[in-house]
């Protein structure tokens, strides 16, 4: 994972596991690393990965129970709801930049299925 200084790390961390989760790199019910080991990891605060734990499990991306690791949520719902939102932010951003180049939608279909390796193509 790459920190970069634009935004705050606790939503860089949460972006991380939220993308990991959605693509199905963190299975549901998989363990995470505990605060203090991704902490360590990141080199970053704690308190930081403390915060980004804490908002995953309000949004019910991850639970912890008792002392236990903290593990991916099993709700398929809530995988669906991320995924869903994570390919909103992406064609929004995607959108916004090509009409400030003024790119008309039929030019860019094509390139879209030639750059798009998991897509289907009509050959």
């Given at each position: 994972m790459e920190l970069n200084s634009r935004e705050p790390v606790y939503i860089q961390v949460i972006r991380y596991f939220k993308e990991r989760i959605a693509s199905g790199v963190l299975e549901p019910g998989t363990e995470i690393p505990s605060r203090r080991e991704l902490a360590n990891t990141l080199k970053i605060n704690p308190n930081t990965v403390q915060r980004a734990y804490k908002e995953m499990e309000e949004l019910g991306l991850i639970h912890t129970e008792g002392n236990l690791p903290s593990k991916v949520t099993t709700n398929e719902t809530i995988i669906q709801e991320v995924k869903d939102a994570l390919?909103?932010?992406?064609?929004?951003?995607?959108v916004s930049t090509i009409e400030t180049l003024q790119i008309p939608l039929n030019e860019v279909i094509p390139m879209l299925e030639t750059h798009y390796e998991g897509g289907e193509k009509d050959d």
């Open positions: 390919l909103q932010d992406a064609i929004i951003s995607f």
